[in-house]
Nanobody, 125 residues
Framework: QVQLVESGGGLVQAGGSLRLSCAAS????????LGWFRQAPGKEREFVAV????????YSADSMKGRFTISRDNAKNTVYLQMNSLQPRDTAIYYC??????????????????WGQGTQVTVSS
């Protein structure tokens, strides 16, 4: 069992940056792939980025490449999402999720076994 708790969301102006964190409990954290997803009001949950268990492989949605960076620190049981050049279209609840099978480039939400409660990111124009 893994519990995930996101933090770092908030209100930021367009062009600004935020770094989201997701702290995990559980001894097997370092064996899981970790992903970030987001969901805006009235829209489906959208894949943002994923990082492999070792941190050696990352994969991001095309619309986030060059702006968002995923990373992890297995010693701290934490995964991060650095978001730069934020735009109003990035406004959403951001969720982190854990994939027990460490699926390579897992971008589908059904691959993930555990989810955090989400953190709100609001970008004003």
């Amino acid at each position: 069992q893994v519990q995930l708790v996101e933090s770092g969301g908030g209100l930021v102006q367009a062009g600004g940056s935020l770094r989201l964190s997701c702290a995990a409990s559980g001894r097997t954290f370092s064996s899981y792939a970790l992903g970030w997803f987001r969901q805006a009001p009235g829209k489906e949950r959208e894949f943002v980025a994923v990082i492999s268990s070792s941190g050696g492989s990352t994969y991001s949605a095309d619309s986030m490449k060059g702006r968002f960076t995923i990373s992890r620190d297995n010693a701290k049981n934490t995964v991060y999402l650095q978001m730069n050049s934020l735009q109003p279209r990035d406004t959403a609840i951001y969720y982190c999720a854990a994939n027990r099978k460490n699926t390579y480039r897992g971008s589908h939400y059904w691959l993930y076994d555990y989810w955090g409660q989400g953190t709100q990111v609001t970008v004003s124009s």
